[in-house]
Each structure stands twice: as C-alpha cells, then as structure tokens.
C-alpha cells in the first residue's frame, strides 16, 4: 500500500541510499521499477494540482532524479501532452546514463520521448516545469550548466515541480549549495530527508508530498533513523486526559525568574503561557516596579517583587520547576538570582539572558535543564558564527548538548530537539513568530509541561509544538504581519486540549 501521509522519521543522504538498497537487496524490488513508481506518483500530483496542463518541460541531468524525470516525460506524451525535454551533461546524453536511469532512457524513447541538450538561449515551452536534475547525492556547490538552469529556473514565474528534493538543496542540512532551485511542489519518495524541514529547506520545497513507492513497512526496521518529527500522535500521547480527582498540587508550581528594569513583560508573558499550559501554580520572581502591572495583568500569578538572590531562594524552595531568563538582563541583580536558581536542584529552563550563565552552571543537574537558544545565542555558546550553525544545524545541536548536556531546543525554521540520543524535528510554524516576546512565551510552556510531569525531552519537544501550531492557527485566521506573541497563548492552550483542526500535519 503506498503511504503518501508526511511521517515522523527523517533521515539523511546516506540512509535514503541504504532505504533505497534494502528496498532492492533484500525485498527484491527492481530499481526501475521503483523509478517507476516515482515517476508515476510525480505525474499523479501534478495532474491532480493542474489537472488543465497542455505542455511540460522537464529538466533531466544524467543521475536517478533524472530517470525519475523521464519517466515522467514518457507518461505525459502517451496522455498526450506537449513534452519538452532538455538534457543536461555531457553529448550524447544516452551514453552518459547507467543503469535505471538508462532503462528509463530507452523506455520513453520507446514512447516517443525526444530530448533536447539543454541551453541558456532555449525558451522553457512547458505550463509546469519538472526538475529532475540533481538529487541527494550533490557534494559541494553547484556548478557549471546545471548552476546556470537552476538561475534560469528561479527568473522565470512558472511552477516548479522538484522530484526527491530541489536540486542544490543539501539534504542532510538544508543549506543551499551555491544555488538552489525555489520549488512548488516537492515529491520525495520513500524516506523523508531531514533537510527539507529546516534551514533554508523550507524556503525552496514550497509544498512537501511524500510517496513511499509501496516499499513494505519492513524496510522501515532495517535502516536508523536521523531525527523524528513531532506530530499530533505524540501530543496525545505525552498528556493523556486529567483524571477528575485532580487538583493544583497534581500539576506542578512553576517560578517564572526575570524581568530586569525596562523588560518585565517577557517574564510576564512567560508566567501566562505558562498558566494557560496547564501549570497548577505560578509565580514570579521579578522586579519590584513590575508587581502591580503583573497583578493586574494576570491577578493568578503570584507575583513578587525581589531585590537580591537572597530574596528568590524560599520561592525556589516552593517551585518543582524554574523558568529563568526571560527579560532578565544583565546586572547584578541578575547574577544574584541566577546563582541561587543554578545552584538549585530543580527542574529547569533556561532562556534569553539565562543562557549567558551556562558556563558557571554545575553539571550535577545537567539532566533537569532544558537551554532554549535561537541561532544568535548558540553561535556564542559555541564560539561561532551565526552562519555556522545554521549550516548544519544538527551537528550545531549535538555540539550544544555535548558541551552543556540536559535537552536543548535550537529554535529557528525547523526547531530541533536534542537531549542526547534522539533528535527531534518541528516542522510546524511560519514566518509570522519573528517577532519579540515569541521565545518567552515557548519557554513558559516548556516549563509549565515540565511542572506537569513531562521529562524535559518531551516537554521540550511537545512545547516547540504547540507553541508552533498555535502560529500556525493564528496567522490561518489573520495572516502572518502583525502576530503577536501573546496571540498564541489562547491557541497554545487548545492546542494542548486537542481541540481544533490540526493545520500542518499533511
């Protein structure tokens, strides 16, 4: 049965390619007739998203994705559309494919396919373009015509359709690799591959399909998996329904620590989101100009006013768990209290101007934490540039959580999850949250499904979640300017009720 529903398991180029030789070692299925497969399915989505198309140019190098592109060139003229096919590498292009790829030549020859090699000066004749031109295997940046198509292809304002991932995307990383075609659509087949869902992947596949090519479910036990995607599953899961015995002591007290002169709102949006998670108390520790506005804000939060870490440590005696950081500052008043708060032996998260503090936090506790940094503050964490880590963001992830341990949320396109052994991927979210306050808010939730019993992993994944599809149903209904961090917190708690549509599971 083929799967075309967006899984949780992301992998890399690598275990794509052992995906891809299981699927024909050890279940016996023919690599041309999985090309097949792709080349039907990538004709199927296109017919159904322009079921009017007359004319289709395909863009085809000389490796699989290519074969994979002339199967659909072969499909298209026996329907009767106007085929264009350019090739691109060397002349004659036939003499330059092997194996499926050259199978899948002589096949649409067969079907009265005719290609042409590609140039700059030659006129894209098709409706919807096909790029079937560079696929997993690319190393290093794109050169030569394939560079000069991918330019052509991104001038031009026809749909692209990319077959397996944009060609000149990396697929372990989502970093664009000089060039990159800037997709519509994008079919990958049988595993999803991790960069597509983070980085600058997530500008250049447009709209992503998944097809499994009914590779059976088997295959799946015989290759690792890089990362998981997070998903409505695990939400149900992670928080069952509240028994109706419960009371406020069952579900945890979080300390909300922050809120310097000048910034007492973030810690203040920490406090609601963390209330309206689920938290059965909240209290904030803040500065003792911001308590009135905090009462009448949100009269349910215990709020005080604290001059010196002295003054925090019967709070943190109280609290099962410590959200730090937000709107924190740097001052001496902030050195007292994040002495007392890393020297406590509570659960916490770690955030903003916290994080500044991780170098003098002790390791005994390490496993409590959950550290929340955005691109900017990994790289100094690091010692790196910003550009760094965005690069591969999943060894920048690896790198936080070996030298800082605990779990780590690397926020940005794609937030990522690691605690040490299993990397967790959000593929929720959108351009609307670039705005402030929207890490407080996340940092509020991860804490109060602290307080509610969730291992800071999970709590941590579900959090970045949450927080994520609460955007995403926020800007449904409103659009993507003008999103304020403090709109998501009535959508985080539905989100968190499972009530509502679910928006960006596919």
Not at 267 to 292: I, P
Request: contains cysteine; hydrophobic residues 45%; negative net charge.
């Amino acid at each position: 049965m083929t799967r075309t529903t967006l899984p949780s398991t992301l992998y890399t180029a690598e275990q794509s390619r052992a995906l891809d030789q299981q699927a024909t070692e050890a279940f016996g299925i023919p690599g041309f007739r999985l090309m097949q497969r792709a080349g039907h399915a990538l004709f199927a989505v296109i017919l159904q998203q322009w079921p009017q198309v007359k004319r289709l140019t395909l863009l085809c190098a000389t490796g699989n994705n290519g074969g994979d592109g002339l199967i659909v060139a072969g499909l298209a003229q026996q329907q009767g559309l106007d085929v264009q096919v350019l090739t691109l590498g060397e002349e004659p292009y036939a003499d330059q494919l092997q194996g499926e790829a050259l199978e899948a030549w002589r096949w649409a020859e067969a079907v009265g396919v005719t290609t042409q090699p590609w140039s700059a000066q030659l006129e894209l004749s098709g409706e919807v373009i096909v790029d079937a031109m560079l696929g997993t295997g690319i190393k290093g940046d794109v050169r030569g015509q394939v560079r000069d198509a991918i330019i052509k292809l991104n001038h031009q304002s026809r749909p692209v359709v990319a077959v397996d991932i944009p060609s000149g995307l990396c697929s372990d990383t989502g970093q664009v690799l000089g060039v990159a075609v800037k997709a519509v659509i994008t079919l990958t087949f049988i595993g999803v591959k991790q960069g597509l869902l983070t980085h600058e992947g997530v500008n250049y596949c447009g709209s992503l399909r998944f097809d499994s090519l009914r590779v059976p479910d088997e295959l799946y036990e015989r290759v690792p998996v890089s990362a998981f995607r997070t998903d409505q599953d695990d939400l149900q899961e992670l928080l069952p329904a509240r028994q109706r015995s419960a009371h406020k002591g069952c579900f945890g007290h979080l300390l909300v620590v922050g809120g310097g002169l000048g910034l007492g709102g973030a810690a203040l949006m920490a406090a609601q989101s963390a209330a309206r998670s689920g938290s059965g108390l909240v209290s904030l520790a803040t500065r003792h100009e911001h308590v009135a506005a905090a009462l009448t804000r949100l009269p349910e939060v215990m709020a005080l006013g604290v001059g010196s870490g002295q003054e925090v440590v019967p709070l943190l005696e109280k609290a099962s768990v410590v959200v730090a950081g937000p709107g924190l500052g740097n001052s001496a008043w902030a050195d007292q209290l994040m002495q007392q708060v890393l020297s406590s032996d509570k659960f916490q998260v770690l955030d903003a101007d916290a994080l500044n503090y991780l170098t003098s936090a002790t390791d005994r506790y390490s496993y409590r934490r959950v550290i929340t940094p955005h691109p900017g503050e990994a790289a100094r964490l690091l010692g790196c540039s910003v550009s760094e880590v965005q690069q591969d963001r999943f060894a920048a992830i690896k790198a936080l959580q070996l030298r800082f341990g605990g779990t780590v949320v690397l926020k940005g396109a794609g937030s990522l999850t690691f605690d040490g052994d299993v990397i967790h991927l959000c593929s929720a979210g959108n351009p609307g949250m670039a705005s402030g306050g929207m890490g407080d808010v996340l940092s509020g939730i991860i804490g109060a499904l602290m307080a509610q019993g969730l291992k800071p992993v999970d709590a941590a994944r579900l959090g970045v979640y949450a927080h994520a599809v609460a955007a995403d149903r926020c800007v449904a209904k409103s659009g993507e300017r003008g999103l304020l961090a403090t709109d998501l917190i009535p959508e985080v708690r539905r989100v968190l009720n499972g009530l509502g549509e679910q928006v960006i599971d596919q």
